[in-house]
Nanobody, 123 residues
Framework: QVQLVESGGGLVRTGGSLRLSCAAS????????MNWYRQAPGKQRELVAS???????NYYDSVKDRFTISRDNAKNTVYLQMNSLKAEDTAVYYC?????????????????WGQGTQVTVSS
């Protein structure tokens, strides 16, 4: 069974740091882009950061210069280092990725979501 499992959320004070991890497990051949989304209460889910299989990154404007996304392809894991946390960063953070399996015609990629991890920033 293919799945994404997040860890690393928690409660932190304003200005603090947290590191989220998301590991892909199960049977698959490759992983395309890996992404972190977040959803605050009463708000839509938004893309926070993404990283391609080659390591190119993109960030939501409000987290640029504070968050860093990285991945370890050997461990099938993506990380989100969050520094200088603000109250408005409080949300459930979700890992998202396309995991691909080989077929006789090529690659079959399916989009997966993790279960989410709560990040709460308090003053």
């Amino acid at each position: 069974q293919v799945q994404l499992v997040e860890s690393g959320g928690g409660l932190v004070r304003t200005g603090g740091s947290l590191r989220l991890s998301c590991a892909a497990s199960g049977s698959f051949f490759s992983i395309n882009a890996m992404n972190w989304y977040r959803q605050a209460p009463g708000k839509q889910r938004e893309l926070v950061a993404s990283i391609t299989s080659g390591g190119s990154t993109n960030y939501y404007d409000s987290v640029k210069d504070r968050f860093t996304i990285s991945r370890d392809n050997a461990k099938n894991t993506v990380y989100l280092q969050m520094n200088s946390l603000k109250a408005e960063d409080t949300a459930v953070y979700y890992c998202n990725a396309d995991l691909c399996t080989r077929t006789w015609t090529g690659l079959d990629c399916v989009n997966y979501w993790g279960q989410g991890t709560q990040v709460t920033v308090s003053s």
